[in-house]
């Protein structure tokens, strides 16, 4: 089934649009069944998760944290991720270039904006955007490389579009301002409800978990 669901989604999906698999909850079997079916992204929510699936399937793909990171899980974090797409505070980028400095990786980042407001969700307003990306450029073992936005779990896709015009809004709009050190490459939006709305709206990654393996047990 995994391996299906894979194949009819990357089928589908635009030339330019990166398919991440949302591998939240699932065992490393689950994860290696669907990057043999040709994925290339795993995003994890949790770093111990992280850690299982990756002494199973190593670097032949590539890893994107896209949940809460904890600083103090960032040390694990560092060595296997790729790319971290939920960075939205200053004290998290600050912890993420210490524990790059001590093996001289640089790490790419998304700025995880809060693009409905919503108190309970994380992620930077989006009013507060640039200001953060200007203080976290001063930092040496960190690239920003874009921006990740969540948008509603549930309900009728279409209300996730004003979410998704808003981030790409702030996207052109700070792309436009010719930030030093900042490569506009990715915007991540969309998951399995509302990945179509945002392909859309101009994501090029998307956040897919239960399309590929199906509802969690």
Known sequence: ?????????????????GLVAAAKSR????????????IQIIGENYVQEALEAHKVIGNRVKWHFIGHLQRNKVKKAVPIFDIIETVDSFALAEE?????????KIMPIL???????EPQKLGVLPADAELLIKKIIRLKNIQIKGLMTMGPFFGD???ARPYFQETKKLFDMLK?????LVEWKYLSMGMTNSYR??????????RIGTKIFGLRK
């Open 96 to 104: 993420i270039d210490k524990r790059c400095q001590e093996t001289g």
């Open 197 to 206: 709305v945002a392909i859309e709206e101009g994501a090029n990654l998307v």
């Open 27 to 38: 065992t490393p079997e689950e994860v290696l069944c669907a990057v043999n079916a040709g």
């Open 157 to 159: 896709p279409e209300d």
């Open 111 to 117: 700025i995880e904006i809060n693009s409905g407001r």
């Open 176 to 180: 436009s301002r010719s930030i030093p």
């Open 1 to 17: 089934m995994i391996e299906e669901n894979v194949k009819k989604i990357l089928a589908e999906l635009p030339e330019g649009v």
